[in-house]
DNA sequence: TTAAATTAAATTGCATACAATCTAATTATT
DNA sequence: AATAATTAGATTGTATGCAATTTAATTTAA
């Protein structure tokens, strides 16, 4: 006795181990560069991916549903939207409503690629290296926190 | 009958909602931005937040030896590194045994600036928005995740 | 031993991210 | 209507990330 044991809120907070921010931020990285080979094939970069995946749903969105949906501000995906366009895979207009909304579809070309997109989630399912029942679990959880995170 | 269901596989396995690595990418990234008043109270990032927490721990470093705790190689820990110098807080010195190797350690100013740090861990729990019975079972996902995906 | 191979950092080039600011268009106010 | 406030994108500046290359030091092999 006479032994206090130092509190974790002193000594082990600030430990990486146990933070919770840290594999999310690791894991995260670590899936984007496992899906490089496979996008590499298509031409395209991670985000600009998530991005064509937006598209392809088939509505015409301007850039700040865009945003909303994928979180990410003008600042991102402006430039990125003028790399697609000179891919020739998107088309951006001013809509005639609103000059100041600029809207994005897919051009006939962006539309094809999704056609050999198809076969990415199947080569990189299990990139993550867990079992069925916890990728279900996971997204879950972050599903969940992405919409409470967003919230407040 | 004669309606075929289209299978995931076609239609809806590019969904981004169908996603795993979409909201692992956005919370992750949601997360960082939650850190960041904090972090700006102290004058850090939060790529040289964690990185200062790996010195905090105590021992001499190399350049390598943080890129495998981090998982970050030197185009991104060099330059970082130089500017966690410049703000004084380590000092970066070529090993004596092998003068390839640059060793990293905290100067008195970066191991003061733990005390402050100390806060953080508190200020930001809960910022998932998730229960904490949730927190653990993430943790428990990603952390076995990391170690798979990135021993393959 | 001396050349070849390897290794650790640093450097270069490209693509995000995001805060902050700017500009033009639209809406709300007086 | 004229001005003020707001809004959507674009722009600017800073900080990552990472692949690929380079440089210098060390180790391996012939």
């Known amino acids: ?5 130092k509190s974790l809120d002193e ?4 430990r990486l181990d146990n933070q919770i921010c840290f594999p999310l ?4 990285k670590e899936v984007v560069r496992k899906y490089k080979p496979f996008l590499d094939e298509i031409g ?3 985000t600009q991916y998530i991005v064509m995946m937006v598209i392809w ?6 850039v700040q549903e865009l945003g909303e949906r994928l979180y990410l501000d003008s600042g991102t995906l402006t430039p990125l939207l003028v ?3 000179k891919k ?3 088309e951006r207009s001013r809509s005639h409503k609103d000059e100041r909304v600029v809207e994005i579809a897919a051009t006939e070309k962006g539309t ?3 056609v050999q997109a198809r076969e990415i989630p199947k080569k990189i399912s299990g990139c993550l290296g867990i079992s069925v029942k916890d990728v279900i679990t996971l997204k879950k959880i972050l599903d969940k926190s992405l919409k409470n995170i967003t919230e407040s």
């Open 11 to 14: 000594d082990e907070c600030l």
């Open 25 to 28: 931020y690791a894991v995260s």
């Open 112 to 114: 094809g690629l999704k």
């Open 1 to 5: 006795m006479g032994f206090k044991k």
């Open 57 to 62: 749903e088939g509505k015409k969105l301007s």
């Open 88 to 90: 020739g895979l998107v």
């Open 44 to 46: 395209l970069t991670y």
């Open 83 to 85: 790399k697609l366009e």
